[in-house]
């Protein structure tokens, strides 16, 4: 098993479900005062902790391919990823895609959900060679370990790279919302229908105290690194489903470095409107549905959107909100296509007792 318990909200008591908004409105009335947290440590036995015995070093990105080991700066002090040797890709080989839907701190669903595919071994340790996998954003908010999540995720990384294949993860907008939950707190912003706060935004939104009380530095820094989109095997990868990352660039690279640049500079009403552009959805849905993808398609590239954010049963109108708060629990077997086939719909509404979906792409439907 993975160190630790793998029992949701070990030791961090009952998971705390707060009211969220179905869209991400925010009252110009909700200013909520900032309470001080205190940064804990890591805790070295967690499931999901990435580096029990510190912080990674300056420059480390989880997203960077040819990662074989990480190095803490002095010598014989370095995390030692141990590879199979009957794992090794071959010299010019690609391993199989898969992608992952969001996880929103559900650590436990993620662990059991990656295993299945083999991913990872019984001990929670990359277990797929030169496969290589994608997270499509949202790892915290609404569940009982986000941080975990992140640690895992981090971990896997590295693991995955010294092993030939990667693993790596895009920007969601509970990214956006911890990011600037934790950077601007009850600072006023413009939210185009008066003054709201990223604070309280994340405490409508799911925000868990436990996930802030551990939120350290390098999880920011990972967080705010992310891309917003990419392209793998003509298969268009986003978080959300909307043509708003069309406001941010007319390539891939200048919509990523777009994203970057707002995060990098900091001013809370441009990063509330980068928040607030990613968690429009729906653009994929009815009748205008296949243009909106193709519309994105043609700028970017790909035959095929893959897409979080809109959990399937919300995208079908199966239950009203999000969070299914009517007590619904919705059948999911596996990934929704639709848009006359073009779009691939991933979340699976974990957090309305739904499925965490890990899918290997392409997709035969």
């Not at 803490?72 to 199979?84: A, E, L």
């Not at 391993?95 to 662990?111: F, K, N």
């Not at 994608?134 to 990384?157: A, E, H, N, Y």
């Not at 409508?204 to 990419?230: C, F, S, Y």
Request: aromatic fraction near 6%; include cysteine.
């Amino acid at each position: 098993m993975v160190e630790g318990s793998m029992t949701q909200g070990a030791g961090q008591g009952p998971v705390v479900r707060t009211a969220t908004l179905r869209d991400f409105r925010v009252p110009p009335y909700a200013q909520v005062p900032v309470q001080s947290h205190t940064q804990d440590p890591i805790h070295s036995g967690h499931p999901g902790n990435a580096f029990p015995e510190g912080e990674p070093p300056e420059g480390y990105t989880p997203t960077a391919r040819d990662l074989p080991v990480i190095s803490r700066g002095g010598p014989g002090d370095t995390v030692q990823i141990h590879v199979d040797p009957d794992d090794a890709p071959a010299p010019d080989g690609r391993g199989p895609l898969y992608v992952v839907g969001d996880v929103h701190g559900y650590l436990d669903e993620l662990v059991a959900a990656l295993a299945a595919k083999g991913l990872i071994d019984a001990d929670g340790h990359w277990a797929a060679g030169n496969a290589r996998l994608w997270f499509l954003g949202d790892f915290t908010d609404r569940g009982p370990d986000g941080i975990g999540v992140i640690d895992l995720v981090m971990r896997l990384s590295a693991e995955a790279a010294a092993a030939g294949g990667y693993c790596k993860a895009l920007m969601g907008n509970h990214e956006l919302l911890l990011i600037g939950a934790k950077r601007f707190g009850d600072t006023p912003v413009n939210s185009g229908a008066g003054t709201a706060t990223f604070q309280a935004a994340w405490l409508l939104n799911g925000g868990q105290k436990t996930d802030m009380d551990r939120l350290q530095e390098v999880h920011l820094q990972w967080m705010a690194r992310l891309d917003a989109i990419v392209e793998e095997d003509s298969h268009l990868l986003l978080h959300s489903d909307t043509t708003a990352y069309l406001d941010y660039g007319s390539t891939i690279a200048d919509v990523n470095d777009t994203v970057h640049a707002v995060l990098t500079r900091g001013d809370a009403d441009e990063c509330w409107d980068l928040f607030r552009k990613f968690t429009k959805r729906f653009a994929f849905r009815d009748e205008g549905g296949p243009e909106a993808v193709r519309e994105l398609l043609s700028a970017y590239g790909g035959r095929r959107i893959v897409h979080g954010h809109s959990p399937i049963p919300y995208l079908l109108g199966e239950v009203g909100t999000e969070d299914g708060e009517d007590g619904e629990r919705p059948v999911v077997e596996g990934p929704h296509v639709y848009a006359d086939g073009l779009a691939i719909a991933m979340d699976g509404g974990v957090t309305m007792a739904g499925k965490l979906l890990v899918q290997q792409l392409p997709l035969t439907d």
